[in-house]
């Protein structure tokens, strides 16, 4: 296909100013009729033909002004519609009609049909699908939608916007109107028909609005959207403190599909999910499951603001939206849960995903300069980076002014397209600031390393800190030039606070912010008295790979001292990393320890303490993962090499620790009843941590096994059940629990989809053959695109061992199931071939049986654009 430039932007020749659809629904096939009302733009030339854009579309009439055009007006192919003879000036009105087949949508993009129910998926390019328009986010116009089906198939029909008629039709068919004032792209657009059950909740917003509030899932499964109800409602009241904004239509819907291809849509008024982000009961789901639907209802419905009240100007300003929205739905959790522990998952996780995408092939700026498939662009670094340069411009300006920034952008380009030079704009107009250098980080790919030294003089009580940054080796296509790196920072007393200081030259220092902006540069802290423990990057406050000189004394002084609870955490998990690193590149003398006691006990001092909650406690536990001390590496890597270490590693913890974690695993009396709040969650999680690791230092399932048993809830039942399978996977009581474990939960799906993923992730080279074995239980399908993640992208993305086998059985196996998902869906298709991305960093076995996967894939002729966009980008 052909690659798109950022560059190349222009406004459309025509301007479009309302949408008008009826919609009739039949079985095996579906009838669209859109009405649009145009004008041609000033100073465009009469003989300028429209151009709209289609996918798979059969035109089945066109009219101009309600008159027929003639055969050389205009001409169709299923991806596109060209019509000339147009008016030269003034509004005029095209009605064109197409005819698709949901049922036969394979690929989930446009109308489709999931477990009988139709709906829509319309971003990034799915309205093309449904019928020809101007399908670019740049087009915003207010929808007025006529949905007609039979009234027993689809007793419910539901588009954007407020409701307007409904009423009946003969042949037992009804309809329903629905009118969205609201200006908006096509991407927003949203469709669902089908024989629903709902939930309904009134919420009065700030201003005295009243908006019902309603959620649909498939019949039977109601019940278990309780809790997604809860938090739409906490979303709803904290964006209206935290941002000022309120919800703005009659009605907000949510609608619950199991065959989706992501986690969710912020269609206007009308959110379509993935099941899995809507639907739990303690029974059937994890904490981690309750934590992600919070999220996402969270993340969905904020984007009614940062995304569909202003939206983006074009595709390459993705980020202004999700970067924005991510930033907002972590802000959100860390209000709702735990700030510290909220920071430790949203730095873990950009570690594990934006990291090794930043330091490979697949590495693009956050905002991308070229695309071949945008659907491909929806990455790590465009959510998550994002989110990063968001905090970043918060940190730098201060929470009052980032305020006044965001209050301005809300102010300033409602109802726009916008970009992120206007993004920008607002906060250097609204806090005075000048962001040029800062907005680098948009422009400019790769992470930079932050290399920190420090030199005290105790004559003159002077702390002289040293800051120079550089970009990793690798980082291609840019130009190098230093960012603005905001490095918060403290420096940290005996007492455990924050000494007073007074900065007497060097880079610029606003309050605990020394702001690096040359390629190198020091700051001379004066009046320190004795000397400090300098603790800096405070929050990961800019992502970047640190390289601070420091001993190891005044590293465990922080690990106990910092009043920063994050920078305790990064400190040990830093520490504990580069062990295992260390570990990894070669095997330790047989008298060497795993790890070095003194930094074990300071975990364990950290997991004992009893001030803290323990959710963080927990997260002191959890090691660094493999893939991302794999990425530390960055080259010859051997995953059983480091397989071996950290798993020598977790037994040494586990003996070290043994009496703590029996008296945590004490303490931790299930409540009678479950609570899914934060604080029970963290307790559970402290309690299955060191199960954990006295499982890996006794070699006995049985704790496990019991706790399988007893298990009253899935956090606890399914921790158990890891264990058992992933440490024991020959023992009878493992095999027994995964048996009654599939029994128990054959029904439901999201529960069967842990069952194979768990079976994805035993940590041995044989699981390939488990995984290979499973593709034909009845259960699996490639059609569904939580089962195909929780088997096939769960093994490649999830099994260091087995998908990474030295003789490249796994990457073949991998390679496979991709080419044959390619034929059906190529957005999960290109998806799980990300997982490849890394194959550079592997040693030289590993790299060449990588490489061949990769080229038989770009060898398939027809393979998809989305997949052969992510395998070329891969072997470039
Ligand atoms: N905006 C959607 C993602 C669409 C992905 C299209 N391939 C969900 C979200 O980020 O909220
Ligand atoms: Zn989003």
């Known amino acids: 296909g052909p690659t798109i430039k950022l560059e190349d932007y222009r406004p459309t020749d025509f301007v479009l100013h309302s949408v008008a659809m009826t919609i009739r629904l039949f079985e095996g096939s579906a009838e669209i009729d859109t009405q649009l009302v145009l004008e041609r733009r000033e100073g465009v030339g009469a003989d300028t033909p429209l151009v709209l854009d289609g996918d798979e579309l059969t035109l089945s009439g066109v009219t101009l002004d309600g008159a027929a055009l003639a055969a050389d007006a205009y001409t169709a192919s299923p991806e596109r519609l060209e019509i000339s003879a147009l008016p030269a000036a003034g509004r005029f009105t095209l009605a064109i009609g197409t005819r698709i087949v949901p049922e036969e949508n394979t690929k989930l993009m446009g109308l489709y049909r999931s477990n009988g129910v ?42 954007n916007g407020n409701p307007a008629e409904h009423g009946e039709l003969p042949d037992d068919r009804h309809f329903a109107v629905w009118d969205d004032p609201f200006n908006k792209p096509s991407y927003l657009f949203a469709v669902v028909a089908g024989d629903l059950d709902s939930i309904h909740e009134e919420f009065t917003t700030a201003s005295g609005k009243p908006v019902t509030l309603g959620i649909y ?82 993340h969905e419905y904020f984007h009614n603001w940062t995304g569909n009240r202003i939206t983006c100007r074009d595709w390459f300003q993705l980020c202004l939206k999700e970067g924005l929205t991510v930033y ?86 409602d109802g726009d397209a916008a970009t992120i030079e206007d993004f920008i704009a607002c906060f250097e107009d609204a806090a005075g600031a000048d962001l040029t250098q800062f907005a680098l980080w948009y422009s400019q790919a790769g992470t930079p390393s932050l290399a920190i030294t420090e030199d005290y003089d105790a004559a003159s009580g002077t702390l002289t800190v040293g800051l120079k940054q550089a970009l990793e080796v690798g980082a291609s296509g840019t130009g190098g030039a230093p960012f603005h790196i905001p490095v918060r920072f403290g420096l940290v007393g005996s007492n455990g606070e924050d000494k007073a200081f007074t900065v007497a030259h060097g880079a610029e220092v606003d309050g605990d912010v020394i702001h690096l902006t040359g390629e190198e540069e020091t700051v001379v802290f004066e009046n320190v008295g004795e000397r400090p423990y300098l603790s800096v990057l405070r929050d990961f406050s800019a992502p970047v790979t640190l390289h601070h000189e420091q001993s190891l004394s005044d590293r465990l002084a922080l690990a106990r001292l910092d009043p920063n609870l994050f920078n305790r955490w990064r400190i040990l998990n830093d520490l504990v990393a580069e062990a295992l690193v260390e570990a990894s590149r070669k095997p330790l003398a047989p008298s060497q320890p795993p790890l070095p006691p003194e ?58 620790g043994r009496k703590l974690f029996e008296a945590i695993r004490a303490d931790a009396r299930p409540a009678a009843d479950f609570s899914p709040d934060a604080d029970s969650a963290g307790r559970r999680s402290l309690a299955n941590v060191a199960l954990g690791y006295l499982a890996a230092a006794s070699g006995d399932p049985a704790p496990a096994e019991a706790q399988y048993a007893a298990a009253r809830n899935m956090t606890d039942r399914l921790a158990a059940l890891a264990i058992l399978v992933h440490r024991f996977p020959a023992a009878d009581a493992s095999k027994a629990a995964l048996a009654d474990f599939y029994t128990r939960f054959e029904d439901d799906g999201l529960v069967v989809d842990k069952w194979f993923a768990l079976q994805a992730t035993i940590p041995d080279v044989a699981a390939l053959d488990t995984v290979a074995g499973l593709l034909d239980h009845p259960k699996f399908t490639l059609r569904n695109p939580n089962r195909v993640r929780a088997l096939v992208g769960t093994f490649a993305g999830g099994n260091q061992l087995a998908f990474h086998r030295a003789d490249g059985a796994g990457y073949r196996f991998v390679a496979e199931r991709i080419a044959e998902l390619d034929k059906l869906n190529p957005q999960i298709a290109a998806r799980i071939a990300t997982t490849f991305r890394s194959w550079r960093s592997f040693e030289a076995g590993r790299r060449h049986a990588a490489k061949a996967a990769l080229e038989n894939l770009a060898a398939i002729p027809d393979l998809s654009n989305d997949t052969r966009d992510i395998v070329g980008r891969s072997l470039r």
Not at 132 to 138: K, Q, S, T, V
Not at 374 to 387: H, L, M, P, R
Not at 610 to 636: D, G, K, V
């Open 118 to 159: 139709w709906c829509t998926q319309c971003e990034a390019e799915g309205f093309r699908r449904i019928t020809y328009f101007l399908d670019r986010p740049d087009v915003l116009a207010p929808y007025k939608v006529r949905i007609e089906a039979d009234k027993a198939a689809a007793p419910i029909l539901l588009s």
């Open 328 to 413: 907002r739905d972590q802000e959100f959790s860390a209000d709702e849960r735990s700030a510290p522990v909220q920071r430790i998952n949203s730095v873990r996780r950009l570690k594990a995903h934006q990291f090794p995408e930043d330091q490979g092939p697949l590495q693009h700026p956050v905002r991308p300069r070229e695309y071949k498939e945008i659907n491909n662009f929806y990455t790590a670094t465009v959510y998550d980076k994002g989110a990063e340069l968001v905090r970043m411009i918060a940190t730098i300006l201060g929470r009052d002014d980032f305020r006044k920034g965001m209050d301005l952008y809300f102010e300033r380009h």
């Open 599 to 656: 930094i074990v006990d300071a975990i364990l001092g950290s997991a004992g303490d009893e001030s803290i909650e323990a959710a963080y406690r927990a997260q002191a536990l959890a090691l660094p993962s493999e893939p991302e001390i794999a990425r530390m590496l960055a080259e010859n890597v051997d995953p059983d090499a480091i397989h071996a270490a950290v798993e020598a590693a977790k037994r040494f913890i586990g003996e070290r």
């Open 217 to 298: 899932t498939e019949k039977g499964r109601v019940a278990q959207a309780g809790y997604a109800m809860d938090a739409l409602k906490r979303s709803m009241w904290w964006d209206e403190r935290r941002f000022g904004r309120e919800y703005d239509l009659d009605v907000f819907n949510v609608v619950a599909i199991s065959d989706f291809n992501m986690g969710a849509m912020e269609n206007k008024g009308l959110n379509v999910f993935n099941h899995k982000y809507v639907l739990l009961d303690s029974d059937t789901a994890t904490d981690a499951d309750y934590a992600g639907v919070e999220t996402v209802i969270a």
